[in-house]
């Protein structure tokens, strides 16, 4: 291959690097203000709905129908009683944790009852036998497609036993 060729070659594949750079490049930069164009939309929203739910709060607070009875419903709203704090907990607690819990309530609840101040839940032990026996109509698959074991006396149903053991 002649010189002349080698450099073409060379300056094409230069000329390609550089349309892929610039082209790279202008893709980063039309993202990046696309992101940053979607970042502030969302803050002013954010903001302004920020502002219509303060204000909202502020128009329910502090009125007053007469001079004698005046009210902070605003307060009155916002305000929790222990309960309210209690359950507002357990909605943010792993179930898993509470189910602990509840166990050392019941540990606890059991030596004050007893008088055992030994008495363990984890060596006691509980079982449950659950049976269902539940009869409905076809809904999809009609009779001929029914094992006849499922089938009720009539046909006209289908029919499910179920026995379910649970324990810890």
Request: net charge positive; aromatic share 12%.
């Amino acid at each position: 291959m002649s010189e002349k060729m080698k450099e073409k070659r060379r300056f094409i594949k230069e000329a390609k690097k550089k349309v892929k750079y610039n082209i790279k490049n202008r893709i980063e930069d039309y993202k990046t203000n696309l992101v940053n164009k979607f970042k502030e939309t969302f803050k002013k929203a954010s903001d302004k709905g920020k502002e219509e739910v303060i204000k909202f709060i502020d128009s329910i607070g502090n009125t007053s129908d007469s001079e004698v009875m005046k009210t902070n419903l605003k307060s009155s709203f916002l305000s929790m009683k222990y309960t309210d704090y209690l359950r507002l907990f357990l909605l943010f607690t792993n179930m898993d944790v509470k189910m602990k819990r509840i166990a050392d309530l019941i540990q606890v609840n059991m030596r004050a009852f007893s008088g055992s101040k030994t008495f363990k839940i984890s060596e006691c032990s509980t079982y449950m036998r659950i049976e269902s026996s539940v009869s409905i109509k076809y809904l999809f698959a009609t009779k001929p497609f029914m094992p006849k074991e499922l089938r009720t006396e009539d046909g006209k149903r289908i029919k499910f036993d179920v026995t379910f053991y649970k324990g810890y």
